[in-house]
């Protein structure tokens, strides 16, 4: 069966995301003006997802994604996870990927840090994160970081303070918060939201705990809809799917539920004062990307920090709740983090 991960691609690639190349001056890119002035240099750590591909080939060529004019990815620090195998079987393919768009491969974190005005943390494993990040937060860089921030609330917490002593922006988000009917919901579509039940695979990883790896799609759309201020969790769990639910404190309920045993497939329902409406589908990462730059010029993230640690308290919390046969779990209090 094919890996949730490669339809995940597979979708974004059918949403014509990327077709640009990375990298310095080349004939076959022609003479962009990203190319051809002294804009915003992104670095990247990590090479072994290929959302590093993918937004490269955006950010180097803006023409195929508005919004992206003004800059460039123009080094990376590749790493993997020596104990994740499929990670380490796509490092050496996706280093000559960006090496052959131009991209110059550093061996050192200073050396990134020196040629780079700000930062995308791509490692899929969410463990190394916080590492990653700190010496590109002590040298004030805004950062990216890709989902899920971290692989535990308390390195998510460590990387929260670390951003907010050293004055330097971080945001971090599925692509799946910014499709364009989360968007409709969040503009008033159906007014007040009073609850919502989404969907996305959830398979797993036993170096991470069970939704940390990939049912964080989903439950970060359901946080995308339903916002913050979930305060119990209980999850329901078969080696084939899990059901989440999360009660919040205004009594409003919202659910994920992630499958291991389905066609692989993004999406859900809102419930509002004004009626209800579908979520999906997911048409690729032109969103995120336009909220990433925008982020990079303006140091402003489109997602609360709070919101970001509450959903990884959500999932540590599902985590707690399986441990116990299913029993209610109370998340902490992380909104004066």
Known sequence: MKSSRRIFIRNTA???????LLGSLRPLYGRSPVQQTNGIRIGIIGLDTSHAIAFTKSFNNPVTVPGLEGMRVVAALPQTSPDIELNKK???????QVKAMGVEIVDSMQALLDKSDVILVESNDGRPHLAQAIPAIKAGKKVFIDKPLA???????????????????????????????VKQVKQGAIGKVTGADTFSPAALEKTHPDLFWYGIHGVETLFAVMGSGCKTVTRF???????????????????????????????????????????????????????????FRTGTAPVKPEETLEILAFMEAAEESKRKGGKPVALPNVSNI
């Open 151 to 181: 692989a535990s609330l308390a390195d998510g917490i460590a990387i929260v303070k670390a951003a907010k002593k050293y004055n330097a922006p971080v945001f971090s988000s599925s692509a799946l918060r910014f499709m364009d009917s």
């Open 237 to 295: 769990n078969t080696p084939g799917s899990d059901v989440v639910v999360g009660q919040w404190a205004d009594d409003r309920i919202g659910t994920f539920r992630g499958t291991r045993n389905s066609p692989d497939d993004f999406g859900g329902r809102v419930f509002g004062e004004k009626g209800n409406l579908l979520l999906g589908p997911f048409k690729g990462y032109e969103a995120l990307l336009q909220e990433i730059a925008t982020f």
């Open 14 to 20: 059918l949403a014509g995301i990327g077709t640009g």
């Open 90 to 96: 796509r490092l050496p393919g996706y280093i000559e």
